[in-house]
Nanobody
Framework: QVQLEESGGGVVQAGGSLTLSCAAS????????VGWFRRAPGKEREFVAV????????RFADSVKDRFTISRVNAANTVTLQMNSLKAEDTAVYFC???????????????WGQGTQVTVSS
């Protein structure tokens, strides 16, 4: 069973940047697609980004495209989410998860982290 732990959340002003990390144990992230999702207060969980087991394939939600990047650090068994030009509407708890397919559907992600809070002040 894969255990995932997110880190890097915090409070940042609008226009600022944060880098989230998803560290895996009990499995190798290079064997999975790794996704990031978020849940804002009072809203449903939504897809943010996913990276395939090969770095050539990434997908982003329209709301974060051109602002967020996702990448692997295989030597550290970690996937990072670089978030730039943050907006107040990016405020949410961010979760990483792993799947055996590249998808935006959270139902395909079997293992999830506990989440890390990102707060963007305007």
């Amino acid at each position: 069973q894969v255990q995932l732990e997110e880190s890097g959340g915090g409070v940042v002003q609008a226009g600022g940047s944060l880098t989230l990390s998803c560290a895996a144990s009990g499995g190798t992230v290079s064997n999975y697609a790794v996704g990031w999702f978020r849940r804002a207060p009072g809203k449903e969980r939504e897809f943010v980004a996913v990276i395939a087991w090969t770095d050539d394939i990434t997908r982003f939600a329209d709301s974060v495209k051109d602002r967020f990047t996702i990448s692997r650090v295989n030597a550290a068994n970690t996937v990072t989410l670089q978030m730039n030009s943050l907006k107040a509407e990016d405020t949410a708890v961010y979760f990483c998860a792993v799947s055996t397919i590249v998808t935006e559907d959270p139902d395909w992600f079997a293992f999830w982290g506990q989440g890390t809070q990102v707060t963007v002040s305007s």
